[in-house]
């Protein structure tokens, strides 16, 4: 950047798009690649590839660009991968929906091949805009590697993934009780189902025994697949009941005989004590099934109307089907009463709809073979959970895995690699498509319809888009990755499938860390919803205050694994940050303009010179442990309040007067608000990208005309996004000491400040002040003027004493620490009011002097660590040297205490 002068106001507008070019132009999203140097590694997760930017997407864009960005700083060759996902549901069902709207024609009516081509062109359509506002975000991947899970490389490694487990028999078909969607008329895993507490019926009706008069009482919440029992089962300890196991008795309606069956499973306290077992469409009832070799009757078709096996209710809507069969049931006599019962509902993730459990021949993955690896890798500290608590919850779910059902009834995705025999109806699975039967040679061989669940090839996703299942560069380079940083929401979903995946096809762990950030929720905590009306458009949000400010906001709020609520007035105040910058930015560029280019002498640095410098070193040293214990919140939380808080409250207020005095106080002066401007752009970069880059560019540009004025260490790099890290200097002896003397001052200043808000005293006022310094009186003295600046005293009526024979008269005393300051507000302030102030801060501390004091004359003293003890001492002496002061003070004020 070579502009030279800032405008008054920053203008994220004006800056944000031009950078962004500039930084993809230039390459520096690119890494390199050095053999003698481990990469830094981040697989995006991919968004779907038609969908649109929301909250989800900014939080792990802004966390991930900022490991990225802080990476490539500290000189690691950084690669962040970017990519998309084919998110076969929610994109078919765009595309249908489409098709319906424009044309008033199905998927079925088109045909598949068609369909496809159609899905492909919506892809091209839209495909690009979710990147686009990636972008925007400032996310600073690769994009010349890209990567979509439906490319040609992806579906090789989806293909040679799906036949090396088939050929190991980790992949089987069968018909097995899974979750079926019928909107969407596909299988969807047990992960895609959530369960909502929600209000229904429970029904109560007779079982009529074969040939007797007798009958089972039976409780249900889907009378409907009554039509679908094939026992009934009772609690092996149920008296009532035991008589007649081993009897059969008859299906309400169809009349069909089943039998009466003892299952310990039965719960004596729920409904009547007896159950009925429908295998075909209830989880539990399938197990009892398999335990007892029940038939399996199917009363659904796929679109949840009823089939044949349901006689007379075939072709009626399963809930039409539920009050036709209760309404003959009551007819019949057979029905006993309903209650109002809460239930566990099953509904789709996508859509909502409510899932029936149904018996379909699908194909499924053997899991626990491959959870065990996954789990042991955990275990051994290959991979770290961050927080570690969700460790706990990895491993439970891991422990007990169930088989997954990867295939779905859609057309678009990737179409499973099996093809069946018409012949001598084997099935043939193959990396490329076969010509003819591998077991008779038969030409006549159909594939499979369905498609691979789409997190079969998010499970691919940190090797297959560096190459696998080719021996690549970029796979033997890059790969295991370093990173996985997602939603906790998804943590097996897709993290615990990439771990098992990674191990069984490359041997090792996929990445190193996992971590988990939270869901963002509105500012009262509420989940964001349309039905609400809370969702908060992150686009909308970067037009009014920009992308530093919202990406500040999200970095800053949130804590690994925890929700954050996110309020708009948190984000207008980080754009208040960003002006913050631009505008200490400004009067920095204006000390160097003023001050002498180089100077005369070799200048010593001032205490508050020292100060500020201290502070930073101490700083770095904070930040550099929290990045590496992933704690990147409170990093950015101890920048901002560094460089608002002490650079710019104090030190650039205490540089305007060293300024001053010209000369090489002057010149020493612009260059360390110059060099720690620097360090702070820096430090602040992976967190707001844009403001830095643009601010840092300028002061380069700036500096670079005069070098003398100031150059970092090591020169300046091309652009901020690839500058050196700043690492912390060796802290050196006195340091401690130096920032515990400005404290001092900090305190005083801070004391006599809130005494005239608190008494009113019109800012702009300047009043005089009587200062007893003790020991620290040289160093008051040599920062005098910058304590009657900043404390808004009267400079000539300012007098510092190392002692006082006795305190002023109708004056307001202040105590901070060892020092103590005399303020004459006689007519502004309430004298009697201010030795009751007095008085409560001297009870407050006598309570404190008799806490540690019985503390130090108990077995505490014996027992603690020396330092701890002596630490307590030093504390008790600076108490009471208040307290004396206090007291001091009040006989000075006319009373005794």
Not at 491 to 519: C, D, K, S
Request: include cysteine; charged fraction near 25%; charge should be negative.
């Amino acid at each position: 950047m070579n502009k030279k002068e800032l405008s008054k106001t920053y203008d994220f507008r004006s800056v944000e798009d031009h950078l962004y070019d500039w930084w993809e132009s230039g390459g520096y999203f690119k890494p390199r690649i050095d053999p003698n140097q481990k990469p830094y590694v981040i697989s995006i997760p991919p968004p779907n590839v038609t969908g649109e930017l929301h909250l989800g997407h900014a939080m792990f864009v802004a966390m991930e660009d900022l490991m990225i960005r802080h990476s490539r700083m500290k000189g690691i060759p950084t690669l962040w991968v970017p990519g998309t996902d084919h998110a076969g549901i929610a994109t078919q069902l765009q595309v249908e929906r489409d098709l319906q709207e424009t044309e008033g024609i199905t998927r079925e009516q088109l045909g598949r091949e068609a369909f496809i081509e159609r899905t492909w062109a919506w892809k091209r359509k839209y495909g690009g805009i979710i990147t686009q506002q990636l972008r925007r975000l400032g996310a600073s991947c690769d994009w010349e590697r890209e990567r979509f899970t439906l490319d040609e490389g992806l579906s090789r490694a989806v293909r040679e993934a799906f036949v090396q487990l088939y050929e190991k028999g980790l992949i089987y078909r069968g018909a097995y009780l899974i979750n079926w969607s019928p909107g969407l008329r596909t299988a969807v895993s047990d992960l895609e189902v959530e369960y909502f507490e929600e209000e229904g019926t429970l029904y109560y009706f007779r079982y009529p025994i074969a040939d007797s008069e007798e009958s089972i009482p039976v409780a249900t919440t889907r009378p409907e697949t009554i039509l679908g029992d094939t026992a009934v089962a009772i609690h092996p300890e149920d008296d009532r009941y035991s008589h007649l196991i081993g009897k059969s008795c008859l299906v309400p309606m169809l009349n069909r005989p089943i039998p009466v069956i003892e299952d310990s499973y039965v719960d004596l306290e729920f409904g009547t004590g007896a159950l009925k077992i429908t295998p075909g469409h209830d989880p539990n009832d399938y197990e009892i099934g398999q335990r007892h070799d029940l038939p399996i009757v199917n009363v659904l078709n796929p679109d949840a109307t009823m089939n044949a096996n349901a006689g007379p209710y075939e072709g009626l809507d399963r809930y039409q089907c539920r009050e036709r069969l209760w309404s003959d049931m009551e007819s019949e006599g057979l029905t006993i009463k309903t209650e109002p019962y809460t239930m566990q509902v099953p509904r789709t993730q996508r859509g909502g709809e409510i899932v029936e459990p149904m018996v379909s021949t699908q194909w499924f993955v053997r899991m626990e073979p491959l959870a065990k690896p996954a789990i042991e890798s955990v275990r051994k500290g290959e991979i770290r959970i961050v927080p570690e608590r969700f460790t706990k919850v990895y491993y439970n779910w891991l422990e007990n895995i169930r088989d997954w059902c990867i295939s779905r009834q859609l057309w678009w995705g990737h179409r499973i690699p099996a093809w069946y025999c018409t012949d001598c109806g084997e099935i043939t699975v193959s990396r490329e498509d076969p010509t003819q039967c591998a077991h008779c040679e038969s030409i006549r061989i159909e594939q499979d319809p369905d498609v691979l669940d789409t997190w079969f090839s998010s499970g691919l996703w940190p090797f297959s888009t560096l190459g696998w299942p080719e021996d690549t560069e970029d796979l033997r380079y890059f790969y295991p990755t370093t990173m996985m940083e997602t939603g906790y929401d998804i943590l097996f979903f897709w993290v615990a499938r990439m771990v098992m995946m990674g191990l069984e096809f490359t041997h090792q762990p996929p990445f190193n860390t996992i971590y988990l950030h939270g869901l963002v929720r509105d500012e009262q905590g509420r989940k964001m919803s349309k039905t609400i009306g809370n969702v908060i458009d992150p686009l909308e949000v970067m037009d009014e205050f920009g992308t530093d400010a919202l990406r500040f906001t999200l970095l800053t709020g949130s804590t690994p694994g925890n929700d954050m609520n996110l309020s708009l007035q948190r984000v207008a105040a980080n754009r208040n940050f960003a002006n913050k910058l631009w505008n200490a930015g400004r009067l920095v560029l204006m000390a160097l303009d003023k001050a002498p280019i180089e100077p005369k002498d070799s200048p010593e640095p001032t205490m508050v010179d020292r100060w500020v410098e201290a502070r930073l070193n101490g700083l770095l040293r904070d930040v550099d442990r929290l990045f590496t214990n992933h704690q990147y919140s409170e990093a950015g939380r101890q920048i901002y309040e560094f460089f608002w808080g002490e650079y710019a409250d104090w030190y650039l207020e205490i540089a305007k007067l060293q300024l001053e005095e010209g000369g090489d106080r002057a010149w020493l002066t612009a260059w360390t608000m110059a060099s720690v401007l620097d360090t702070c752009l820096r430090l602040l970069h992976p967190f707001t990208p844009y403001v830095t880059e643009e601010l840092w560019g300028i002061l380069k540009s700036v500096c670079q005309d005069q070098p003398s004025r100031y150059a970092p260490e090591d020169g300046w790099e091309e652009a901020l996004i690839v500058a050196q890290w700043p690492e912390p200097l060796t802290k050196v002896l006195d340091e401690d000491q130096i920032v515990e003397r400005f404290s001092v001052i900090m305190d005083l200043v801070r004391a006599i400040r809130n005494l005239r808000s608190e008494r009113s005293v019109e800012p702009a006022r300047q009043i005089s002040a009587i200062i007893v310094g003790g020991e620290l009186t040289d160093l008051l003295k040599s920062s005098q003027k910058a304590i009657a600046v900043l404390a808004k005293l009267d400079p000539e009526q300012v007098h510092i004493h190392p002692s006082l024979a006795e305190a002023p008269p109708e004056s307001v005393p202040l105590v901070v620490g060892p020092i103590e300051a005399y303020l004459p507000l006689a007519g502004l302030v309430d004298l009697a009011a201010e030795r009751a102030r007095l008085t409560k801060e001297l009870d407050e501390l006598n309570e404190q002097i008799k806490r540690i004091g019985e503390l130090l004359s108990g077995p505490f003293s014996d027992r603690a660590p020396k330092e701890v003890v002596q630490k307590e001492r030093k504390k008790l002496a600076s108490l009471q040297e208040s307290a004396d002061k206090i007291i001091g003070q009040l006989e000075s004020m006319g009373k005794s205490h």
